[in-house]
């Protein structure tokens, strides 16, 4: 593709349009502040959430949202999962042409617990759409740390399309039919992540982690499955990959949010404090009505929940994971089909 519109200049949306540098000719990267626009064009480098990244040359900062999409190839959305419905909205009446439309967001819409591409497709009807989702820290793909990710739409060539566009020798991009799993994977792990930061807090060790990330992608399997899913997603990228790296790395911000939690801060102190959103937050509350909705057993976000939006104490909320009732660690209905047990 010739040009391509990034919407958000955050540490992702930056890393992304470095990305995109390599496969297109020009790349726009949107940013709401006219002084951060400045910044960017003159000195090449998003200091202010990227610091040390040099952007190639054909990457131009831009405030204007009419001329940053009009008449682009593709439009990568790279904002909060908040703010993605506004945002959508004021871009649709400006389109004269279809381009193909990426989500980067990972959460729900707390309102309606949508995912993202079902709150993109409300508001611009019809459009080719994929989503973009996996292990995948800004501050690593940004200086061209080899990395994977995952690309998912309803039609196989839009998800091409997109694989092509994101490819290159230092990120590995993989195609997947699955979008509701695609989507849910990247959701929902902040959940867990901020539980496994709550257990760094608290100076638990290896062992908790290692019992939370497990259980956690069981839990956000079981919701996806329910919500119709495929089971193998969720061993891929956007599942067991992208929890691997939000509950471990030190540049994950759900787990920093759980890791002050733990240590005895309160919520609001913690988010005021943080530059970037950390989508667990949000997604907490979601995951939880949709858990509810849906009729599936989420224990360790509901303890994330209580402890989050009730002031419930951590080392309680550990107790009450690790006291419920005994069950097997597969699915029941799997256990009972081995005929030896």
Same mark, same amino acid.
């Not at 040009?3 to 496969?23: F, P, R, Y």
């Given at each position: ?22 496969? !297109? ?5 949107? =940013? ?42 593709? #439009? ?98 993989? =195609? ?15 959940? #867990? ?53 939000? !509950? ?94």
């Amino acid at each position: 593709m010739k040009e391509v519109t990034v919407i958000g200049a955050g540490s992702w949306g930056t890393a992304i349009a470095v990305v995109l540098a390599h496969n !297109c000719q020009q790349v726009t990267l949107w =940013t709401r502040r006219d002084e951060l626009c400045r910044q960017i064009n003159s000195s090449r480098e998003n200091s202010d959430y990227l610091p040390g990244v040099k952007l190639p040359a054909n990457v131009v900062a831009t405030a204007d949202l009419s001329a940053a999409v009009n008449n682009k190839e593709a #439009i990568v959305l790279v904002v909060p999962s908040h703010t993605v419905r506004s945002m959508v909205q004021q871009i649709a009446p400006l389109l004269k042409n279809s381009p193909i439309m990426v989500s980067c967001a990972k959460g729900l819409e707390e309102s309606t617990l949508f995912r993202m591409s079902e709150v993109i497709e409300q508001e611009m009807p019809g459009c080719r759409l994929a989503v973009l989702s996996g292990p995948n820290h800004a501050e690593e793909v940004g200086r061209l740390v080899p990395s994977a990710t995952v690309v998912s739409s309803r039609e196989r060539r839009t998800a091409e399309a997109v694989q092509e566009l994101f490819m290159t020798q230092w990120l590995r991009v993989y =195609t997947n039919p699955d979008i509701i799993g695609v989507e849910l994977g990247g959701s929902l792990k902040n959940v #867990i992540a901020v539980a496994a930061g709550i257990a760094d807090g608290l100076s638990y060790g290896d062992n908790t982690k290692a019992a939370l990330m497990t259980r956690g992608i069981s839990e956000i399997a079981r919701l996806g499955m329910q919500m119709g899913a495929e089971a193998l997603t969720f061993a891929g990228l956007s599942g067991i990959g992208d929890l691997m790296v939000t !509950c471990t790395s030190r540049h994950s911000r759900n787990r920093k949010l759980g890791f002050e939690i733990g240590k005895g801060r309160k919520l609001d102190e913690v988010v005021s404090g943080m530059r970037m959103v950390a989508e667990g937050v949000r997604t907490t509350h979601a995951a939880r009505d949709l858990a509810q909705r849906y009729e599936v057993e989420v224990p360790i976000t509901e303890q994330v929940y209580q402890v989050l939006f009730y002031g419930k104490d951590p080392h309680q909320a550990v107790i009450d994971l690790f006291s419920r009732e005994k069950t097997y660690e597969m699915e029941e209905q799997v256990a009972s089909n081995l005929k030896d047990w």
